[in-house]
T-cell receptor, first 108, second 115 residues
Framework: AQRVTQPEKLLSVFKGAPVELKCNYS??????LFWYVQYSRQRLQLLLR??SRESIKGFTADLNKGETSFHLKKPFAQEEDSAMYYC??????????FGQGTTLQVKP | DTAVSQTPKYLVTQMGNDKSIKCEQN?????MYWYKQDSKKFLKIMFS???????INETVPNRFSPKSPDKAHLNLHINSLELGDSAVYFC??????????????FGEGSRLTVL
């Protein structure tokens, strides 16, 4: 079965601390993985996708097929990073399977 | 020039009523979706339409009926509302390429409260 698991419901860090939001997936084929973010009072939007292999707002995520993980990392958290983060597994039909979401709280 | 717009943003209604949520996208995408976000913020797909044709229909009660009059619109009608239908409903659109999942563009969400 296809599944995305984000084990942490809430992650609270201090400004300047490193951040790692965990994501594990279950999928028999070749996965397409994404991170979506929802800032307060804004719509859900794409943060990054694994095929792009880019850094957005200082965030990176590496696909580890051996561990079936796609963790989101940032070396130094900023207060404006506080948001809800969703890891998602994509299918060719356009369907996205989302994880449960992790709220990142960056304290001053 | 909003990309994906949904109306209404808030909807409060009594159990047993019928209600609709409308969605429109001006991005020229060929695929539209309805997602449900429950009270625990879990986001789950309900339906997907590609060029007005239903392509994804998850295990959703048949009280929920999507309608796509054209590829820029996807409306959601809910009959006989129940307390458990209270949630935020998100509309989204994307361009589906062969073998590749396109970026989803989401609406702001419609918060439905059933009393």
């Amino acid at each position: 079965a296809q599944r995305v698991t984000q084990p942490e419901k809430l992650l609270s860090v201090f400004k300047g601390a490193p951040v790692e939001l965990k994501c594990n997936y279950s999928y028999s084929g070749s996965p397409e993985l994404f991170w979506y973010v929802q800032y307060s009072r804004q719509r859900l939007q794409l943060l990054l996708r694994h095929i792009s292999r880019e850094s957005i707002k200082g965030f990176t995520a590496d696909l580890n097929k051996g561990e079936t993980s796609f963790h989101l990392k940032k070396p130094f958290a900023q207060e404006e990073d506080s948001a809800m983060y969703y890891c998602a597994l994509g299918r060719a039909t356009g369907k996205l399977i989302f994880g449960q979401g992790t709220t990142l709280q960056v304290k001053p | 020039d909003t990309a994906v717009s949904q109306t209404p943003k808030y909807l409060v209604t009594q159990m047993g009523n019928d209600k609709s949520i409308k969605c429109e996208q001006n991005l020229g995408h060929d695929t539209m979706y309805w997602y449900k976000q429950d009270s625990k913020k879990f986001l789950k797909i309900m339906f997907s339409y590609n060029n007005k044709e239903l392509i994804i229909n998850e295990t959703v009660p048949n009280r929920f009926s999507p309608k796509s009059p054209d590829k820029a619109h996807l409306n959601l009608h809910i009959n006989s509302l129940e307390l458990g239908d209270s949630a935020v409903y998100f509309c989204a659109s994307s361009q589906v390429y062969s073998g590749v999942t396109g970026e989803l563009f989401f609406g702001e969400g419609s918060r439905l409260t059933v009393l």
